[in-house]
């Protein structure tokens, strides 16, 4: 029998003291939320919208995520990339494991590696 799926909204707020990383086009950080599976695989990510205005090294988002098939014990992926024209550079990364959002949720601040 198969395990039910869970739809898991997540609410990307903001990034504070970011990398001057583009020095063509400009700095447009997006993040990258995905769920890494129990044998390492990545399954489902979302995007938010990448700031391309304002204050791009303490950028804004304020979006919410919606994540398909997630199950408790799964960790989530955040990955701040910089968009440029041919591709997108890796600012850093974070991982959030289930137990300290599920079930009552997380608030707070994640360092980015």
């Given at each position: 029998?198969?395990?039910?799926?869970?739809?898991?909204?997540?609410?990307?707020?903001?990034?504070?003291g970011?990398?001057?990383?583009?020095?063509?086009?400009?700095?447009?950080?997006?993040?990258?939320?995905?769920?890494?599976?129990?044998?390492?695989?990545?399954e489902?990510?979302?995007?938010?919208?990448?700031?391309t205005?304002?204050d791009?090294?303490?950028?804004?988002?304020?979006?919410?995520?919606?994540?398909?098939?997630?199950?408790?014990?799964?960790?989530?992926?955040?990955?701040?990339y910089?968009?440029?024209?041919?591709?997108?550079?890796t600012?850093?990364?974070?991982?959030?494991?289930?137990?300290?959002f599920?079930?009552?949720?997380?608030?707070g601040?994640?360092?980015?590696?």
């Amino acid at each position: 029998m198969a395990v039910p799926s869970n739809k898991l909204k997540v609410h990307i707020v903001r990034a504070e003291g970011l990398q001057h990383m583009n020095h063509l086009t400009g700095d447009h950080p997006y993040v990258a939320c995905e769920i890494k599976r129990a044998d390492g695989e990545v399954e489902t990510r979302a995007d938010t919208k990448p700031v391309t205005g304002g204050d791009t090294l303490n950028p804004v988002w304020d979006e919410t995520l919606e994540l398909e098939s997630w199950q408790p014990g799964e960790t989530l992926q955040f990955t701040i990339y910089d968009k440029g024209l041919v591709g997108s550079k890796t600012e850093g990364k974070a991982l959030l494991p289930s137990e300290f959002f599920h079930p009552h949720g997380f608030q707070g601040m994640l360092a980015i590696i």
